[in-house]
């Protein structure tokens, strides 16, 4: 009952949400998120820290007035303080950066000013070498036994636990985030620091290893509940951001794929999918049961009372705009705006025209000059795959000639013309993806290790992060997706699972109303904040991976299913969805820059549960993409998984994820459905005919896919298992071949010569002379040789 009433509240007509999807929010907003509310205080703190500290050494002037020579003296002097061995000195000075990096916020007057403040000193802490010495400091705190083991004893954590660590990890997020966004106004010397730091944060020059290894390794370690003070916000914060730099986002993830397909020497993509998915429409979410039943009473009720009024007229001018209809039989002077095309409620067109409404004015006839450019069409230029081809063709010589020709896509000799020309239009839409060179040529390197040699593997930073997190991944994919169960809203609190808020909790729990609102609101947003982070970075590893090689791609995507991501995410979405997209868990008085530049005003109650005036919560919309994103790229091609989601019921689920009126969301929801819709059966295809439609409108087309049917060959389900076991030898096969060194021993050449071999130098230990006699007695003398059988052997 409770989810049927969920399903009416959340399916009431919803506005179309203004989200523009990218790499990041703005960057005020991800600056705010870093901090909890809880922390405030200590704005003050750090202040007074260095203040206390520029008074001793800056007589009578404030930071603002110093020169570039004079700043960089005092920081050096920071840098030197850093060195101290007293810990709290050392927490002392560390403060005193932070100020900085947050941008001197007291000798500012407006957000601006702090803004423009944090990145002129964020690039002077940079200059200084300030990053690399905070970077032995948390290696030093990462190995602190004593706090880990003092923090595993306590019965309850708090942020008082990670001072140090918040306070070190907030300066590195404030440098990478700061220094990785581009402004039109940078000098070129930013810019050279701005290179300079991401190949620095990329290579492996943090003990042999890129930084965000260092970071992996702290997720692992608070997940196995070795080091549960561990600011675990701040530490994804990071993660994210770092690899976001070193790899790079979405646009620079396109014009890498853009250029490695001209170095291959395939067709340029047909689209940049990124402007089409931003260039689509919302469309109308379906209707729920409830709507429906309701919707059919009124029209009793309309059909009763006023049936003998209509005039047939208006009826057809009604039926004239039936979406059922081809979009070719509009009147072409009709606005695109008026015509509602998507997933609408699942009535019955046929119904429709009781409903009783004046007909609509005719719309005034445009000047040709003035009509609305609206394309004519679908969004995405179809694709077919060489196997596709290859299947149709087998499919067609069987039948016409009785035989098959194997893999020879170009012999049509005895085919009837009508097939001549399907092949001709299914090679005009022919694709081949990177992927699927990489296969052939892995398949290569696997028949022929001799003959081709040693493969020529870039070092690019995806390639170092792969190799560094190759020994660990199973354990790096496992920590995050425990994480991202832990915060989401519809998790149950256990006793066995692992405690995300030790960086929000306080040390003294709130005794009035207010203050229990307000850390209600601030765990909420902390969970949130999570799941982004978590969400941003797995979708952003996976479409690295995957253009760097595929079968990367394959191994991180695998483990991620024997992990139970699949259901992880449905479960996820399972909740009301709507009520989680316009969550409102954020104060704007408490935000950064807000909070240390303006008077905090007096919160109330009734101030903090009206929330903020948005119609959406940025960072909720962009989890939920992220996850059904995560969700297509695992499952996409892979029959045995797709089953995983019929298996789980993901069907009403994403449905009901429709009722968002985001196009981008929508999109990969269609997507699920899609590669889900031939398991369903005829009866839910039957009522769900919208949903179909809004499939075909906006989901690329395979030609030759029969999605909507069920008659794939692929499909049959003893394969699944033999599927997911020949992918893994596979995976398992690339990886021993590219990055086992000791794998080549098979091919190595045989040295025959006895004097050659016995010539060897031996490295033997220090202490074996000592030792040889008894050795020789041992090994040699004690061992009865049997002649006959090494002459036999010869």
């Known amino acids: 009952m409770q989810q049927q009433i969920d399903d009416m509240e959340g399916s009431m007509e919803s506005p179309n949400l203004e989200f ?38 800056v007589k009578g002037r404030r930071w603002m007035e110093l020169s570039m020579e004079e700043q960089r003296a ?26 900085l990096a947050q941008g001197v916020f007291d000798e500012c007057d407006t957000e601006t000013d ?82 300079a730091f991401k190949t620095e944060l990329g290579s492996p020059l943090y003990n042999g290893e890129p930084f965000a290894l260092l970071l992996f390794t702290m997720v692992t370690k608070f997940c196995s509940m070795n080091a549960p003070h561990f600011p675990m916000k701040k530490v994804l914060l990071l993660l994210w951001k770092t690899i976001l730099f070193t790899l790079g986002g979405f646009e620079e993830l396109q014009e890498m794929k853009v250029r490695m397909r001209e170095q291959l020497n395939l067709a340029p993509l047909p689209e940049d999918s990124i402007k089409v998915v931003r260039n689509m429409r919302a469309a109308s979410p379906p209707a729920s049961a409830m709507e429906l039943i309701e919707q059919q009473q009124q029209q009793k009720r309309g059909r009763r009372s006023r049936r003998p009024l209509v005039k047939q007229d208006s009826l057809d001018t009604y039926n004239e705009r039936d979406p059922f209809k081809n979009d070719d039989a509009r009147d072409e002077e009709d606005d695109p705006e008026d015509v509602d095309s998507g997933i609408e409620g699942e009535v019955d067109p046929l119904d429709r025209d009781v409903i009783i409404q004046p007909p609509p004015p005719p719309p005034p006839l445009r000047p040709p000059t003035e009509r609305v450019p609206f394309p004519k069409g679908l969004p995405w230029a179809p694709k077919v795959r060489e196997k596709d081809i290859e299947h149709f063709l087998e499919t067609s010589r069987n039948k016409f000639i009785g035989f098959t020709l194997g893999n020879d896509i170009d012999t049509l000799v005895g085919l009837p013309r009508p097939i001549h020309e399907s092949v001709k239009t299914l090679k005009q839409h022919k694709y081949v993806s990177i992927a699927e060179v990489q296969i052939k040529r892995e398949e290569e390197l696997q028949q022929c290790p001799m003959t081709l040699g040693e493969e020529e593997v870039e070092e690019t930073p995806g390639e170092i992060l792969y190799l560094g997190m190759l020994p660990s991944l199973s354990q790096y994919v496992i920590a995050l997706l425990k994480l991202l169960l832990a915060a989401a809203p519809t998790s149950k609190a256990k006793t066995d699972s692992i405690n995300i808020l030790a960086d929000v909790l306080p040390e003294e729990m709130p005794i009035t109303v207010l203050q229990s609102m307000k850390l209600g609101i601030d765990v909420n947003r902390h969970k949130e904040i999570i799941v982004k982070a978590i969400s941003a970075l797995l979708l952003l590893l996976l479409k690295h991976f995957k253009l760097n090689h595929i079968y990367q791609f394959e191994y991180v995507a695998q483990h991620l299913v024997f992990a139970n991501c699949i259901p992880l995410i449905l479960k996820f979405f399972n909740q009301n969805i709507m009520s989680y997209i316009s969550a409102k868990n954020s104060i704007c008085a408490l935000d950064f820059p807000h909070c240390v530049v303006h008077e905090m005003p007096e919160l109330t109650a009734e ?87 809004a499939i075909y409108q906006k989901v690329r087309h395979r030609l030759n896919d029969d999605w909507a049917y069920g008659n794939d060959i692929d499909a049959r389900p003893w394969d699944f298992q033999a599927e997911e076991c020949a992918l893994r030898e596979s995976i398992e096969k690339f990886n021993t071949r590219r990055y086992d060194k000791n794998q080549n021993s098979d091919f190595a050449p045989v040295d025959n010569c006895l004097q ?39």
């Open 20 to 57: 523009e999807y990218g790499d990041t929010d703005n960057f005020t907003a991800e600056l705010s998120e870093l901090y909890s509310y809880t922390e405030e205080p200590e704005f003050s703190l750090n202040r007074d820290y260095f203040e206390e500290d520029f008074k001793n050494h």
């Open 74 to 99: 005092y920081v050096m002097r920071l840098l030197d303080a850093l060195e101290v061995t007293d810990r709290d000195k050392r927490l002392k000075v560390a403060r005193a950066i932070l100020y």
């Open 114 to 195: 702090v803004l423009y403040w944090s990145r002129h000193n964020v690039f002077l802490l940079y200059e200084m070498g300030i990053f690399t010495a905070l970077l032995e400091l948390l290696s030093m705190e990462i190995d602190n036994n004593q706090a880990c083991s003092s923090a595993v004893r306590k019965p309850a954590i708090s942020l008082a636990d990670s001072t140090e660590l918040r306070v070190l990890l907030s300066i590195m997020y404030l440098m990478v985030e700061t220094i990785r966004v581009e402004m039109e106004g940078d000098i070129p010397e930013r810019k050279a620091a701005r290179e």
């Open 607 to 693: 101030s903090l549960e009206a929330g903020d005036s948005n119609q959406f919560c940025w960072r909720n919309l962009f989890s939920c993409i992220n996850l059904l994103r995560i969700l297509n790229k695992i499952t996409k091609w892979k029959h045995s998984r797709t089953m995983m989601l019929v298996v789980f019921k993901s069907a009403p689920i994403l449905k009901r994820a429709l009722k968002v009126k985001q196009a981008m969301m929508q999109l990969y929801v269609l997507k699920l459905l899609k590669i889900q819709t031939k398991y369903l059966g005829r009866q839910w295809r039957k009522s769900n005919m919208k949903t179909m439609s």
């Open 756 to 794: 050659s071999v016995l010539g060897q130098r031996v490295d033997l230990p220090e202490d074996f002379h000592y030792s040889y006699e008894m050795w020789l007695e041992r090994e040699v003398f004690s061992q009865p040789i049997q002649w006959e059988g090494l002459l036999e052997a010869q």
